[in-house]
């Protein structure tokens, strides 16, 4: 039962969110997203335990003519078919991960905001290392909520996408995330020892994506945005720790994101050259750079706060410290290195929206290569 109580706290520990919302000044977006808002950040339905139902409103689509007429799907397919792997066997989960292990440091302070925070520095060695293995069982808990928001993302993708050769890519796209969630659950349960709920940030995002009837809107949410970031989330976490399960593991994963984020610009790229109306084009635009919003602010750690800096440091001047630690801005540029040139591929980085991008300093490697002019190997060089 939701209480008063509920929605103050919501209120109160979204406020910093909530005061960012709407930058893009487009009605129909925001009230797109006022729900999941709501519920995301408000009424807080990512903290509930067990299941949480949440409404689709897409058409299933059968498509007749079976396909045939998208070869570079085609190709994305037979190579999705013949790199499948199996979880449970194609990693070595007898390796032992031990958390202060100096020879192989289960992660680096480099892609972590905590060494610029005068309390962490104080700490003993041994306190410290308990909140660097806390950071990262929250980090991999994220990923494994989103693995499991792009399960329901490809389904939903499959059933509404018009096109067979779209929808046979996508089967394949199902199991990757089947997979996904099984591996980082495994991870996280068997190896850590611990996991963290959903970010409220990336609840309202997944709830956004799941309710809405557009496809393409649930492409260009899960398979540019979220995924993109995912894949630079992961490498990033790759180049940053020594333990190698962890690093065979992501390295699986980012193989099978590379060709998630191929499909999903392959897929929006045609239709939103041709297909679709100046107001329709500013809607997409300003729905990706709410998401993007949204997005940063999830790594803003909220769940990690509440258990170790909360008792001693206000919400507020955490999120300032992180926002402006040298961590974030080497988190916005590296991160969103994934998104944003496919942003520009698929037409979205228009001159009217890419000073909203600018004053977030998420610029800075717009002229990169995008998805289809990337293969594996430059994911994980
Ligand atoms: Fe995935
Ligand atoms: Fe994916």
Redesign the pocket.
């Known amino acids: 039962m939701t209480t008063l109580t509920t929605i103050l706290d919501g209120l109160r520990s979204n406020a910093g969110t909530m005061a960012e919302a709407g930058r893009s000044r487009n009605l129909g977006v925001l009230r797109d997203m006022l729900g999941p808002a709501f519920r995301g950040l408000v009424l807080r339905a990512g903290k509930a335990e067990g299941t949480v139902g949440v409404r689709a409103h897409h058409e299933a689509t059968f498509d007749f003519g079976y396909g045939g007429q998208w070869p570079e799907l085609a190709r994305l397919y037979d190579a999705a078919k013949q790199s499948q792997w199996d979880g449970a066997r194609a990693l070595d989960w007898s390796v032992d991960v031990v958390p202060d292990d100096p020879e192989r440091a289960l992660i680096s302070d480099d892609i972590l905001p905590l060494a610029e925070i005068p309390a962490f520095q104080r700490l003993s060695a041994r306190e410290q290392n308990v909140q660097r293995h806390a950071m990262l069982a929250w980090l991999l808990s994220q990923f494994l909520h989103g693995?499991q928001g792009?399960l329901f993302a490809?389904c939903q993708v499959t059933e509404s996408v018009g096109s067979l050769d779209a929808k046979l890519y996508g089967s394949t796209?199902v199991v990757?995330?089947g997979r996904?969630v099984e591996v980082f659950h495994r991870y996280l349960t068997t190896k850590l020892g611990r996991t963290y709920q959903i970010n409220d940030n990336l609840y309202v995002v997944v709830d956004a994506i799941m309710r809405d009837a557009r496809w393409d809107l649930k492409f260009l949410g899960?398979?540019i945005m979220i995924?993109g970031l995912?894949l630079g989330a992961f490498g990033t976490l790759r180049n940053a720790t020594q333990e190698p399960l962890l690093k065979e593991l992501l390295r699986n994963v980012i193989t099978?994101?590379a060709r998630?984020?191929h499909f999903g610009v392959v897929s929006l790229e045609r239709m939103y050259r041709e297909e679709l109306t100046e107001r329709e084009r500013r809607d997409r635009e300003d729905w990706a750079f709410e998401l993007a919003l949204l997005m940063r602010n999830r790594f803003l750690a909220h769940e990690f706060y509440d258990e170790y800096y909360a008792p001693i440091m206000k919400r507020a001047e955490w999120d300032k410290r992180l926002l402006e630690s040298r961590f974030m801005a080497r988190f916005r540029s590296t991160m969103f290195r994934r998104i944003i040139p496919n942003l520009r591929r698929i037409g979205l980085l228009t001159a009217r929206v890419r000073p909203h991008y600018a004053a977030l300093g998420l610029l800075a490697y717009e002229n990169d290569r995008a998805a289809p002019e990337l293969e594996a190997k430059d994911l994980l060089a």
Do not use: F, I, R, T
Request: net charge negative; glycine share 0%.
């Open positions: 693995e792009a490809a796209q990757d995330e996904h899960m398979q995924e995912a099978d994101e998630h984020v």
